[in-house]
C-alpha cells in the first residue's frame, strides 16, 4: 500500500540483505518510523511488544525471526530454542505456530550449511504467500460489496463497519478484512468505512484510519460502543472484520469486542462476514469458546492511553484511579452461528466444518495443517 508516493509492505529486508525492517506501529499515527530488527531476540520483543500485530504480521516475522536466529546458529540445538523462544511471544493468533512448525521442519531436514539462505528463501515465500492470499480474499469480498451497492439501488455509498485493524497494517499487504473494501474503491464502487476506535490500544483509531485515509478511502472514526446504534438507525449495510484465529467449525476469534458487534448484527439483520487466509484457520480446534486460549494483556494499556500532549510529543496519561484494579482479555470468541460468511482467498463459505471442508478439502481428508 502507499504512504505518499511510496509503496510499503509491513516487512521487508534491508539494503544488507539480512536485516529485517519493520514498521514500528506503536507509534502510528503520529510518527512513522522504521524499525530494524537485527537478531531473534529483537524479533521476539517487536511481536511481544505489539511494533508488529494482526495475524498474518506475526507469522511473516516470526518466519524472519527464525531466519535471524540461523544466521547467528544453524545447529538443531539453536532452531528448536527460536521456536521456543518466539511461540511464547503471543498465545493466541494461530499463524505465529503455523509459520514456526513450517521453518523448524524445513530448517531442520536440510544440512546445516544451506540452513541460512534456506531460512530467507522460505521467510520470503511466506510473506509473498501473503500478499497473494490478501489479495485474493480482496477479490472474493469485494463482490460482496458490489452485490450490496446492488441491492441498495446504487443509492449512496455502501457503509460497512469494522473492529479492530485488520488491513495491510496486519498483514504484509491488503489486509483481510479491508483488503475487499481497498478494492471496491479502487474499481470505484463508493464505500464508507465506520471505524471502531477498538479500545484498549485503539487499534482502529490509530491504525485503520490511518491507512484508509493514506488510501483515500472515506471513514468515521467512533467509539466502541456505537455500532449497535448505528445498525439500529439503517447506517451499516455489512461488517467485515478480520480474525487471529478460526476453528475447523466457523468460530472465530479476534480482538476484543467483536462477538458483540456479531451480536448487535444478528439482531439488526446484518451480515456479518469475516477475512481470513488459510493459514489462520486452527483445523485442530473445534470449539472456539472453550479451546482457544485467550491472551491477558497488561494492564497499563487499559488504565493509560496515549496520544499527542499539547506540545505535539507522544504521551501517556492514566484515565482510571490510582491502584485501580484492571483486567486486560485480549480477544473474544463469536459462534460460527453468528457469522454470515467467512471470505478466504479461494472464495466465500459458510461459517461451518462443511463449508471450510468445501474450500480447503485436503484438511478435510485429514491432511496437514
Not at 8 to 31: K, N, S
Not at 249 to 274: E, M, Q, R, S
Not at 340 to 363: F, K
Request: include cysteine.
Amino acid at each position: 500500500m502507499k504512504i505518499g508516493d511510496r509503496h510499503y509492505r509491513t516487512i521487508w529486508l534491508a539494503e544488507d540483505g539480512h536485516t529485517v525492517e519493520v514498521i514500528d506501529q506503536t507509534l502510528l499515527p503520529h510518527q512513522f518510523v522504521v524499525l530494524p530488527l537485527n537478531d531473534l531476540a529483537e524479533a521476539a520483543a517487536a511481536i511481544r511488544d505489539m511494533v508488529v500485530r494482526g495475524a498474518p504480521l506475526i507469522g511473516a516475522t516470526a518466519a524472519y525471526g527464525m531466519a535471524l536466529a540461523v544466521r547467528a546458529d544453524a545447529a538443531d540445538g539453536a532452531i528448536e530454542q527460536a521456536h521456543e523462544t518466539l511461540l511464547a511471544t503471543r498465545p493466541t493468533a494461530v499463524n505465529l505456530r503455523w509459520a514456526l512448525d513450517d521453518m523448524r521442519r524445513l530448517l531442520l531436514a536440510a544440512p546445516t550449511a544451506e540452513r541460512q539462505a534456506l531460512a530467507y528463501r522460505r521467510a520470503a515465500e511466506i510473506c509473498d504467500d501473503d500478499v497473494a492470499t490478501c489479495h485474493g480474499i480482496g477479490v472474493h469480498g469485494k463482490e460482496l460489496i458490489a452485490e450490496a451497492r446492488r441491492a441498495k439501488g446504487g443509492d449512496g455509498p455502501i457503509n460497512v463497519l469494522t473492529h479492530c485493524n485488520a488491513g495491510w497494517l496486519a498483514t504484509v499487504d491488503w489486509g483481510t478484512a479491508l483488503a475487499p473494501v481497498y478494492l471496491a474503491h479502487d474499481e470505484g464502487i463508493p464505500v464508507h468505512v465506520w471505524v471502531d476506535e477498538t479500545r484498549p490500544r485503539n487499534q482502529g483509531a490509530a491504525l485503520t484510519a490511518f491507512e484508509l485515509g493514506s488510501h483515500g478511502v472515506p471513514y468515521t472514526v467512533i467509539v466502541d460502543n456505537a455500532g449497535g446504534h448505528l445498525m439500529q438507525h439503517g447506517m451499516v449495510d455489512l461488517c467485515i472484520t478480520g480474525t487471529d484465529r478460526t476453528t475447523a467449525n466457523g468460530d472465530v476469534c479476534n480482538k476484543i469486542g467483536t462477538y458483540l458487534k456479531a451480536l448487535a448484527a444478528h439482531d439488526n439483520n446484518i451480515p456479518f462476514y469475516v477475512g481470513l487466509p488459510h493459514s489462520t484457520i486452527d483445523w485442530t480446534i473445534g470449539d472456539g469458546v472453550r479451546e482457544v486460549p485467550i491472551e491477558q494483556r497488561d494492564g497499563t494499556e487499559v488504565s493509560h492511553i496515549q496520544g499527542l500532549d499539547g506540545a505535539g510529543a507522544i504521551a501517556s496519561v492514566r484515565t482510571v484511579p490510582d491502584g485501580a484494579p484492571v483486567a486486560n482479555y485480549a480477544f473474544d470468541v463469536t459462534p460460527a452461528r453468528l457469522v454470515t460468511g467467512l471470505i478466504t482467498e479461494r472464495g466465500v463459505c459458510p461459517a461451518s466444518r462443511d463449508g471450510l471442508a468445501g474450500l480447503y478439502p485436503e484438511h478435510a481428508a485429514g491432511g496437514p495443517a
